[in-house]
């Protein structure tokens, strides 16, 4: 059973970075994150896949933000440089176990597995 336990959140300046980490235990097809806002549905931010390494992003953060994972330490990590106050929102890792697609990469409906969340707030 996949569990994800993530850290990182905090409070930043506009303009600022962090770094989120999501260990994750268990075999999982797809690996990313997504993010909630106060009054906002749940949107996708970035996604990688643990074969091949394939990156997606929300058009909203390309260019910005950079996915990665290292698979010695079983850890997913977002790099987050040049934060708006608009990124501020409950950021979950979220895990792709069963491998289908009927869904798309962007769709919550596609992750099985969600972390509890940890808040970034860009002030």
């Known amino acids: 059973h996949v569990q994800l336990v993530e850290s990182g959140g905090d409070s930043v300046q506009a303009g600022g970075s962090l770094r989120l980490s999501c260990v994750a235990s268990?075999?999982?097809?797809?690996l990313g994150w997504f993010r909630q806002a106060p009054g906002k549905e749940r949107e996708v931010v970035a996604v990688?896949?643990?074969?091949?390494?394939?990156?997606y992003y929300a058009d909203s953060v390309k260019d910005r933000f950079i996915i990665s994972l290292d698979n010695a330490e079983n850890t997913l990590y977002l790099q987050m440089n040049n934060l708006t106050p608009e990124d501020t929102a409950i950021y979950y890792c979220?895990?792709?176990?069963?491998?289908?697609?009927?869904?798309?990469?962007?769709?919550?409906?596609?992750?099985?597995?969600w972390g509890q969340g940890t808040q970034v707030t860009v002030s």
């Open positions: 979220v895990a792709d176990t069963r491998g289908t697609r009927l869904h798309t990469w962007d769709s919550p409906s596609r992750y099985n597995i």
């Open positions: 268990g075999y999982t097809y797809r």
């Open positions: 990688i896949t643990t074969g091949a390494g394939r990156t």
